[in-house]
Nanobody
Framework: QTQLVESGGGLVQAGGSLRLSCAAS????????MGWFRQAPGKEREFVAA????????YYVDSVKGRFTISRDNAKNTVYLQMNNLKPEDTAVYYC?????????????????WGQGTQVTVSS
């Protein structure tokens, strides 16, 4: 069974850091673009970051540029999201996802596999 399992969420004060991990099992995702999305209560799911299968191409939503870093370790079938200088508006459930698409990777509908999500809460 193919699974993406996120971990590393939690409660942190504004200005703090968290590192999310997404471990894949059941198949390799080394040839997939991996992405992170988030969804706050009452809002649509929002693209956060994505990394190409080689790690050579990375995308971020403007609101996290300079604060978040996405990376992947294909040998471990794992993708990471390092989040620094967290703000209350970063509070959401964070999901990792995988897609075979190389372009348009900001669109949730292009992703084939999703994790169950991990809660990130940033207090002011």
């Amino acid at each position: 069974q193919t699974q993406l399992v996120e971990s590393g969420g939690g409660l942190v004060q504004a200005g703090g850091s968290l590192r999310l991990s997404c471990a894949a099992s059941g198949r390799t995702f080394s040839d997939h673009t991996m992405g992170w999305f988030r969804q706050a209560p009452g809002k649509e799911r929002e693209f956060v970051a994505a990394v190409s299968w080689t790690g050579g191409t990375i995308y971020y939503v403007d609101s996290v540029k300079g604060r978040f870093t996405i990376s992947r370790d294909n040998a471990k079938n794992t993708v990471y999201l390092q989040m620094n200088n967290l703000k209350p508006e970063d509070t959401a459930v964070y999901y990792c996802a995988a897609t075979t698409y190389r372009r348009g990777v900001v669109t949730p509908g292009l992703y084939d596999y999703w994790g169950q999500g991990t809660q990130v809460t940033v207090s002011s």
